[in-house]
């Protein structure tokens, strides 16, 4: 009976080390892949290490008792390290690299682009969120083409984000490269760590806004691009 005792205590330590292995695994994947933010230098390189992401992962279903070994799941770390080097493929880019080619116009009227679809993920539970971005700026003699602001809003998409740092990421980076004499952006997303667990409120939708410049001071103003945005 002690024998059987001790036996359980070793298996039941066995697999908290395990489990304990697998949250040291994927704390160094999420700081692989945030590795941008500690180490400018990197830049522009590939960010994902799909070994380490791997073992994280082999480490991750162990923990959770699974069997790595079986058909199932034998092939799972490598589609999980290649999905993370599709999803968070924004990591590796600069919104400067769309933002920076402009076209000079006369006008100074407000420019919109809406209902741009997007999917992201939570830095916290590592789970999705994803909605609409709605984009508006005043051009001070330049303007972008209109593919330049969705592929702006994948950039910071596709890493591991909070909504409101997005929000705020994008009103930033349109502001730095184009220079116009404001912009506002608004986000409206569902977020999987309400819908699927804690407080489980699926259809609930998140809204955020980021203002710059005179849209952000001019009131009229902002309150156009509001309603122009169909809010």
Known sequence: MQKRI??????????????????????????????YVQNPQRKGKNMIDHEKIEQAVRLLLEGMGEDVNREGLIDTPDRIARMYEEIYGGMDEDAGKHLSKT?????????????????????????????????????????????KLARTVEVFARR????????????????????????????????????????????????????????ATDKDLKNEAYKLMGH
């Open 103 to 147: 076209f000079t116009v006369d006008s100074h009227e407000m420019v919109i682009e809406k209902d741009i679809t997007f999917y992201s993920t939570c830095e916290h539970h590592l789970l999705p969120f994803y909605g609409k971005a709605h984009i508006a700026y005043i051009p001070d003699g330049k303007v972008v083409g209109l593919s």
């Open 6 to 35: 001790l036996m359980q205590q070793k298996t039941v330590g066995k697999r908290a080390v395990i489990a304990c292995g697998s949250l040291s695994y994927l704390s160094e994947v999420i700081r692989c892949m945030e590795g």
């Open 160 to 215: 591991l984000q909070l909504q409101e740092q997005l929000t705020g990421q994008i009103a930033d980076a349109l502001m730095e490269y184009m220079q116009p004499k404001g912009a506002i952006v608004m986000i409206e997303a569902e977020h999987m760590c309400m819908n699927m667990r804690g407080v489980r409120k699926p259809g609930t939708a998140t809204v955020t806004t980021a203002a710059r410049g005179l849209l």
